[in-house]
């Protein structure tokens, strides 16, 4: 069973380009979780979806930033017009559905490391 | 809000010596607690939970955690490090949502550890 893929690995981009970064969940998980790591801090959380729903967006920056996860395919993070204060490493982690348990782990991908240029 | 507290940003410790790394931690309720280890470019990969129960939860590669409910703590111990210990340590507490499920991660600023030979 692969386990929570990301990609691009690496992505650079200019000021004012759009970054896309996607997550494949492992199989079977239904709810995916999004977090910010800038340099030298934690993991800060951006949002948290199931199939076609947006759950919490709590943490996601009002402006230019958006998610997604569709009912096939993986899940999207997208940046419009991404600034230099967007570098930072993004991880995804992904959860099977509850099915009455109050808790369910979060498996993490290897994250996507935008660098803003 | 939730939040966690790792007072110490940067350990070195000697390979055999004995490890702890603080983890403070602000719940309202009982708290769903995590240990995760991060190495250089990679995701987090969980060491142990707890949930209840047992106040002392093992967890791999020889960590284990003790649950102190009057100090606010959920302190991770090894008896004997190992080189291969070194990276990144964060400690992490779960929100629950109104349906009493648990969801995103509130992760403290990590502690990196450095091991000698």
């Known amino acids: 069973n692969a386990g929570v893929m990301q990609n691009p690995r690496h992505l650079v981009r200019r000021r004012g380009q759009e970054a896309r970064l996607r997550c494949s969940p492992m199989?079977?998980?239904?709810?995916v979780y999004w977090y910010r790591q800038l340099p030298e801090e934690g993991l800060k959380f951006m949002v948290y979806?199931?199939?076609?729903?947006?759950?919490?967006e709590s943490g996601m920056p009002k402006e230019r930033f958006s998610a997604e996860f569709p009912k096939e395919g993986p899940s999207i993070l997208r940046i419009q017009q991404v600034v230099r204060g967007d570098s930072a490493a993004y991880f995804c982690a992904s959860s099977p559905p509850s099915g009455g348990s109050s808790y369910n782990e979060q498996f993490f991908g290897p994250g996507t490391r935008l660098t803003v240029l | 809000a939730q939040s966690v507290t790792q007072p110490d940003i940067h350990i070195t410790v000697s390979e055999g010596a004995s490890l702890e790394l603080r983890c403070n931690y602000s719940y309202g309720a009982t708290p769903y607690l995590f240990w995760y280890v991060q190495s250089p470019g990679q995701g987090l990969q969980l060491l142990l939970k707890y949930f209840s129960g047992d106040t002392l939860v093992q967890g791999i590669k020889g960590f284990e955690a003790e649950f102190k409910r009057s100090q606010s703590s959920f302190n991770l111990r090894k008896p004997s490090v190992h080189w291969s210990d070194a990276a990144e340590y964060f400690c992490?507490?779960?929100?629950?949502?109104?349906?009493?499920?648990?969801?995103?991660?509130?992760f403290g600023t990590g502690t990196r550890l450095q091991v000698t030979l």
């Open positions: 979806l199931q199939k076609e729903n947006i759950i919490d």
């Open positions: 199989k079977g998980h239904s709810h």
């Open positions: 992490a507490v779960a929100n629950l949502l109104n349906t009493g499920t648990a969801s995103k991660l509130t």
